[in-house]
């Protein structure tokens, strides 16, 4: 089983039930957008061929908010999206340079090598990071095609605002790679603490 397979829709799409249309079709463009085939937020965690079935799965259960809410629309094309690329056979290098209006990195600072050598990592370290990188939100954004509002959630630990596992692992794992934090550690230490809040409780979609 895929681990998106039991998600419910709301959890799928990462809203909250009763959530408005416009709610609920902005929740689909932007995770349609994150997670297509090729995303950078996504190659490490899954195959391309499943990237295409996350996508199909992210349109039925867009289909079933949208009819729950009383609205309806056709489903969006899919014979528009690339054929999916082939999976990398290995992480590639970090970046010789950020977005153009970012200050050029000419190598990694303290902190950097502190978190690599097994400090805990922690949202607002990973801020730290960032902000010792010279980097804003929009420019790891713009890299990594994490929405901005994302990337603002892991750095607060603002876990309820975030969606289900599986997209999160992919988010905090290009974060950490765009930061050059290594993305394993970074991902095991944000896991921990998430697990640690508890349950954030989702409820289902009966009757849709």
């Not at 400090?119 to 607002?124: E, L, Q, Y």
Request: neutral net charge; proline residues 13%; contains cysteine.
């Amino acid at each position: 089983m895929r681990p998106w397979d039991d998600l419910d829709p709301w959890e799928l799409l990462g809203v909250p039930p009763g959530a408005s249309v416009d709610e609920i079709r902005q929740a689909f463009q932007r995770l349609d957008l994150a997670f297509s085939p090729g995303s950078l937020a996504l190659y490490s965690v899954v195959d391309p061929e499943e990237q295409v079935l996350l996508q199909r799965q992210l349109r039925t259960a867009y289909q079933r908010l949208l009819r729950a809410a009383g609205a309806n629309e056709p489903a969006p094309a899919e014979a528009s999206r690339p054929a999916a690329p082939a999976r990398p056979a290995a992480a590639p290098p970090p970046p010789a340079q950020t977005h153009p209006t970012s200050p050029p990195r000419t190598g990694p600072p303290e902190l950097v090598e502190e978190i690599n050598s097994g400090r805990a990592v922690t949202g607002d370290l990973l801020r730290q990071t960032r902000e010792a990188w010279g980097l804003s939100l929009e420019a790891v954004a713009k890299r990594t095609r994490i929405q901005t509002r994302s990337l603002a959630a892991i750095e607060a630990e603002d876990f309820p605002a975030l969606p289900a596992r599986v997209f999160v692992r992919g988010f905090v794992i290009a974060y950490a790679r765009e930061l050059r934090l290594d993305p394993e550690h970074a991902w095991s230490c944000f896991e921990r603490r998430w697990q640690a809040h508890g349950p954030i409780p989702r409820p289902g979609l009966p009757g849709v």
